[in-house]
């Protein structure tokens, strides 16, 4: 997304600029907030002392915290706001006793709009809802970050984290790399996937009567699983947790709707592979650079089409067609292709994201998405951390896979027109121990 801009400014990515194209024309963009919600032992901190903290780590380990957007279109930059104030950035909710936390944390990132005069984050302090501890809640515009951005900007707030400065963040997505000889070819490959994802996915849930009276706009549930069972399958099989994690899915997807499309044996191989009967292909996120290298600025990710094989009755064979999508080959030449399309100029990408959006987001929401993401504890008193999922237009459900160190929690956020998510997340523990005893005996 290279182009003229002035000292101090860091253009968009092609990921940038394609969360802003989906939100176009939205009186509200609640839809793409997320978060990360981190439970801590005690009282609250003091509201001076958050502050003061916030601007200490911005100036001294996370300065893209302080960058906001500029411009609109193919002119839009990110750049430092020059009146950053971190009391505008730190919140506290009160939330009434006996609350779910996970439900209130998803309610209190759509509370209050981040303006586009400000960088698009905040840090929530949530309290009230018990005698013995509070929720620190790190909310952000997916436009401004991507998961990985997130979570680095909550170990540099919370932690020893520092992150690079956000031109040296970005500045390899336009450098040459091996392999990428033929950038248009990567391109319209990165561009067929694109297309395939946007294609209507088999019917996966039971439609709900939405907007009942009451009913929250989006349902969050959280599924805290213990790792050890994950571990004992991973050294079985020689597959990472985020792969498991991608299976567990599916095998709760086939569990919750066991009666939706023809079995695997039914539907031939080929149609299996696009996802045909009762296999979905959701989008899979793969990111462009590593840990130690993301800013915290910006989406530095691409999409991995990626089959679910919820027609299949065995849970290990599950197992090994998502671990065969999913291969290191796999995901690098994902990341080529993803990258040939971060090299696109924005006045290129602006109206080929205008043409292809619509797709994303027109006809019936009915996309269900699952992103993998690993973080380590930033804080050692941390009793959960768990992801608050975005949930775009178009969009029905979302699953993060979040891997920390003691536990692989699943959040999923869900349209109100999806009835009964809470059922489907409550089958990934019984699908735990079907993958666990057929990858172990």
């Known amino acids: 997304m290279n182009g003229e801009i002035a000292a101090g400014q860091v253009p968009l990515t092609f990921g940038d600029h394609y969360v802003l194209r989906l939100t176009a024309g939205v009186a509200d963009d609640f839809r793409m907030h997320f978060g990360l919600g981190l439970r801590m032992p005690g009282s609250p901190p003091p509201a001076a002392d958050l502050r003061e903290l916030v601007a200490k780590k911005v100036a001294a380990q996370a300065s893209a915290l302080a960058y906001r957007l500029v411009g609109a279109g193919r002119r839009a930059r990110w750049e430092p706001d ?26 209190a990132i759509r509370v209050r709009a981040l303006s586009r005069e400000r960088p698009l984050w905040s840090l929530m302090v949530l309290h009230g809802y018990a005698d013995d501890e509070h929720m620190l809640c790190y909310r952000a515009h997916h436009a401004f970050q991507d998961g990985m951005g997130a979570i680095n900007a909550v170990r540099a707030l919370l932690g020893d984290q520092t992150l690079p400065s956000p031109e040296a963040g970005v500045a390899h997505l336009g450098s040459g790399e091996a392999g990428s000889a033929r950038p248009g070819a990567g391109m319209r490959q990165a561009l067929a996937d694109l297309l395939r994802l946007a294609g209507p996915p088999p019917r996966w849930f039971t439609p709900g009567a939405p907007g009942s009276a009451g009913a929250p706009a989006r349902q969050l549930h959280v599924a805290a699983l213990d790792i050890a069972s994950f571990h004992d399958i991973a050294r079985a099989t020689g597959t990472s947790i985020a792969q498991i994690g991608v299976t567990l899915v599916a095998g709760a997807l086939r569990s919750w709707r066991p009666a939706a499309g023809p079995r695997g044996s039914q ?38 089409p990626v089959t679910l094989p919820c027609g299949e009755p065995d849970a290990f064979a599950r197992l090994q067609r998502v671990a065969a999508q999913t291969t290191l080959r796999r995901l690098g030449e994902a990341r080529r292709r993803a990258k040939a399309l971060y090299r696109v100029p924005a006045g290129l990408a602006v109206p080929l994201l205008r ?87």
Do not use: W
């Not at 950035?89 to 009160?94: A, K, L, N, Q, T």
């Not at 996970?102 to 309610?107: K, T």
């Not at 003691?406 to 999806?418: K, M, Q, T």
């Open 267 to 304: 539907v031939g191989m080929a149609k299996a592979a696009r996802g045909g009967g009762r296999d979905m292909t959701v989008a899979l996120p793969v990111s462009l650079t590593g840990a130690g290298r993301h800013a915290g600025l910006g989406n530095h990710t691409g999409l991995i």
């Open 82 to 107: 020059p009146g950053f104030d971190p009391a505008y950035h730190v919140e506290y909710h009160r939330v009434p006793r006996g609350s779910d936390v996970h439900q209130a944390a998803e309610a």
């Open 355 to 441: 043409l292809l959006s619509p797709l994303a987001t027109v006809g019936e929401c009915r996309q269900l998405n699952v992103s993998a993401v690993r973080m380590t504890r930033a804080d050692p008193g941390m009793s959960e951390i768990f992801a608050i999922p975005p949930l775009a237009p178009g969009v029905a459900g979302m699953i993060v896979i979040l891997h920390a160190d003691d536990a692989v929690s699943f959040s999923g956020v869900f349209d109100a027109r999806v009835s009964r998510p809470e059922e489907l997340m409550g089958l990934l523990r019984p699908a735990l121990r079907e993958l666990h005893a057929a990858a172990t005996r």
